[in-house]
């Protein structure tokens, strides 16, 4: 790897005869400056110097590799020092040591994922190696040291004892250079010293490098977590003894650190329940396919929006329950409540409205991440406003009143597209290290942009809307054929997509013929609690149903949320499950919803108003009927669930973090 690339003769000092830290830093940053690595010293310097008060750079033999990450930063880079007269102020790991041989790493905070960022860590490693660090140290100008940057051979590691233990280690730190892979160079050199294998993970500035597999956790006897930031997908280590340190520790003590995991550790990985920051990992060291990275990106979406869901459901909850003994439950939402003199009045009135505006981000927040998952950072941006798109947001601001939104369905597709195209542009485009900043700050959202902007336009808004017309042209055709005809199809499309345009053009069209008199609401009223309260029950059944979990954590915080909404008539609380699993979820929903709504009807429910919660129920005539067929639709959904999860389980098709 050629080091080379991120410096220059001009950058590499023998001059500075200070021998105080600040100093020599100045003297650094000036250079950078003066070369066009950053457009401001002072806010730089600021930056370099917050860091050096958060732990510190001094290393031993002479070293000190201080760094700075900031905006002003226009392309990565390093300078470096060669002191004539050692600076003895210098907080170090080894308290002894005597700078002599400094690196300034300047590092953009925008360039996460780049070429440039992956061989400062490759500097870093190298320097933990003695004799490249001498042969550097010994150059006597700076045309000997660029001679000398790119002469390493990486040494050949020892393979361990086979009786050893094997031990994994995470390391990162606040810049995501310089310690992070210093620290894994120094575990996995004393665990070679040891007979130990130490495999390392890298959580630095670049992402997750040498992620940790199952294949090695199933074989870990402990992990190190060396990290001064929280650690990524911490759940994966759940159940193993470990060690939490910072960053710094292993440089002066990695051989105490594995005898301590091994002996006395700090206790063991628990498992957070409904913890969002999970994301599936592969199950080997292979490279995802495109398939297996999809289904990642949308568990990773889903997991940041479940949070979300939850919350915009329970301040709409609250309100409704609050309401309900003042008979107020379906007026609370009325804009008169703002006003009115009731402060209790008020605050109901305004929860049940903050849920509501809270329910209008899921998408974006889905979808945002989803691209997220793919792209990292650069994907957000086009992914939200994908996830915008999705709900129908634009609608609204172009003065489409009759508008159908594309629902869950153009979130899912237009949070990969996002995702996709941003990594493309991400990698495709380069541009000179002046230019560098614009990259992720200007051209990738504003392509990106573009790019879902045109593909909802053009694809995703005229495929929903065509889907919504032909639903329509459907249910009025089946009007014809009878009451268990026109029922299933009802339910069917109302279970379909929980909220979608499928969905609200069954609701549009049953609402029309019960205002006629023609045909009662009974199937739809009941096709929009079903689904929810039926996948929400499964991740409460199925422990007792097959005698263990079939859902994981963050589907059953969900499952508890989807009940409760459930009973409000709030079918997106089942949208997680749908996202998750469509092709086992969306088929059992429509033959519950079915088989709920034609036991109710058959056995003489009818309801004609447009009451689907709770409170509507005792409006039904013939309730009994109408309860009956609600407990078969749920039942069925939620059995179904159970039995294909834990089957698919049985025969590893499926895997979950219980």
């Not at 600076?87 to 590092?107: C, R, T, Y």
């Amino acid at each position: 790897m050629d080091l080379k690339q991120l410096t220059s003769k001009q950058l590499v000092r023998y001059d500075i005869q200070s021998t105080d830290k600040a100093t020599v830093i100045k003297e650094l940053v000036r250079s950078l400056s003066e070369e066009g690595v950053i457009s401001d010293e002072q806010a730089f310097y600021g930056s370099v110097m917050e860091r050096e008060a958060t732990s510190a750079t001094g290393m031993e033999n002479g070293l000190a590799i201080p760094h700075g990450k900031s905006d002003v930063v226009n392309e990565a880079a390093f300078a470096v020092a060669r002191l004539e007269h050692p600076v003895d102020e210098w907080e170090s790991i080894d308290p002894n040591n005597k700078v002599e041989l400094v690196f300034l790493l300047a590092i953009p905070t925008s360039e996460a994922g780049s070429t440039h960022l992956n061989v400062l860590a490759e500097l870093s490693t190298r320097l933990m190696n003695e004799e490249y660090y001498a042969q550097l140290l010994g150059a006597n100008n700076s045309e000997e040291f660029m001679t000398r940057l790119d002469r390493f051979e990486k040494a050949k590691k020892a393979a361990p004892k086979k009786a050893g233990k094997t031990i994994l280690a995470v390391t990162s730190c606040a810049s995501g250079i310089a310690h992070t892979y210093m620290a894994a160079e120094a575990l996995e050199k004393a665990g070679e010293k040891l007979g130990y294998t130490i495999l390392t993970e890298k959580q630095g500035a670049t992402g997750i490098e040498d992620r940790v597999t199952s294949d090695m956790l199933k074989k870990a006897d402990g992990v190190i977590f060396a990290t001064d930031l929280p650690v990524k997908e911490k759940d994966r280590f759940a159940g193993l003894p470990f060690v939490q340190t910072r960053v710094a520790d292993p440089l002066k003590r990695s051989e105490a650190l594995i005898k301590q995991v091994l002996n006395n550790p700090d206790g063991k990985v628990e498992v957070r329940e409904g913890d969002a920051s999970q994301r599936q990992s592969p199950q080997n060291g292979q490279k995802q396919g495109v398939l297996g990275e999809i289904v990642q990106a949308v568990m990773t979406g889903i997991s940041y929006m479940i949070p979300l869901l939850v919350a915009g459901g329970l301040m709409m909850g609250i309100a409704k329950l609050g309401a309900m003994p003042f008979g107020l439950v379906n007026e609370i939402n009325d804009i008169s409540f703002a006003t009115d003199s009731n402060e209790f009045f008020v605050i109901l009135h305004h929860l049940d409205k903050l849920g509501f505006m809270i329910f209008q981000f899921i998408y974006a927040i889905f979808a945002a991440y989803t691209a997220y998952a793919i792209a990292d950072r650069v994907g957000i941006v086009a992914g939200f406003v994908g996830g915008l798109f999705a709900n129908g947001v634009h609608f609204r601001f172009w003065g489409i009143e009759d508008g159908i939104a594309s629902g869950f369905l153009g979130a899912l597709v237009l949070g990969l597209l996002a995702g996709y195209v941003s990594r493309y542009l991400n990698e495709k485009i380069q541009l000179n290290r002046n230019l560098q900043a614009m990259k992720p700050m200007f051209l990738i959202p504003a392509i990106s942009v573009i790019v879902i902007f045109l593909a909802n336009f053009y694809i995703v808004d005229p495929v929903f809307g065509g889907l919504n017309l032909a639903m329509e042209r459907a249910i009025i055709a089946s009007a014809e054929g009878g009451e268990i005809v026109l029922s299933s199809i009802i339910a069917a499309a109302t279970a379909f997509d929980l909220g979608g345009p499928v969905n609200k053009a069954a609701g549009a069209i049953n609402i029309g013929l019960a205002a006629d008199g023609i045909f009662p609401l009974t199937a739809r009223v009941l096709s929009i609690v079903i689904p929810p309260i039926g996948l929400g029950l499964a991740t409460v059944l199925d422990k007792y149903i097959v005698g263990k979990r079939v859902f994981d954590a963050n589907l059953r915080v969900t499952g508890n949320t989807s009940i409760l909404l459930g009973f409000l008539a709030i079918s997106e609380g089942a949208i997680p499950f749908m996202l998750r699993n469509p092709i086992i979820t969306i088929p059992i929903n429509i033959i519950g919803a079915i088989l709920g709504s034609l036991t109710a009807v058959m056995l003489g429910a009818v309801q004609w108003l447009p009451l689907p919660a709770v409170w509507g129920w005792p409006l039904v005539e013939n309730v009994p009927a109408y309860i009956l067929g609600l407990l078969v639709g749920t039942l069925f959904i939620a059995l179904s669930n159970i039995f294909i999860r834990n089957n698919m389980i049985n025969r590893g098709k499926m895997t979950i973090e219980v």
